[in-house]
């Protein structure tokens, strides 16, 4: 069983920043992508950043984020974050890490994943 916790969440005025981290815990094997999605009120869940566990850092960004949100993880690939700089309002959603063993051209597809964290809520407001 895969256990993945969201922190870092809050709220922020435009252009501010956060740092959202994903801790995953338990048995993570063949589980190779970690990915960020968020989620706002009466929109699906999209996916925002992914990236690979090995040493291979493939990365990919929604293009929405892209120039703004950087993924990034730890050498174990067991602590995946997420840098959110240059805030937008429509960037307030909540946001949950997910892992996947497998996924598309992309890896941003919800349906690719298979663990996912309870979220953490990001807020962009003046």
């Known amino acids: 069983q895969v256990q993945l916790t969201e922190s870092g969440g809050g709220s922020v005025p435009p252009g501010g920043s956060l740092r959202l981290s994903c801790e995953a815990s338990g048995n993570l094997g063949g589980r190779h992508y970690i990915g960020w999605f968020r989620q706002s009120p009466g929109k699906e869940r999209e996916g925002v950043a992914s990236i690979r566990r090995s040493t291979v850092d493939t990365a990919y960004y929604a293009d929405s984020v892209k120039g703004r949100f950087t993924i990034s993880r730890d050498i174990a690939g067991k602590v995946v974050n997420l840098q959110l700089n240059d805030l937008k309002p429509e960037d307030s959603a909540i946001y949950y890490c997910?892992?996947?063993?497998?996924?598309?051209?992309?890896?941003?597809?919800?349906?690719?994943?298979?663990?996912w964290g309870q979220g953490t809520q990001v807020t962009v407001s003046s």
């Open positions: 997910a892992a996947a063993r497998s996924c598309g051209d992309i890896c941003l597809e919800p349906t690719d994943y298979d663990d």
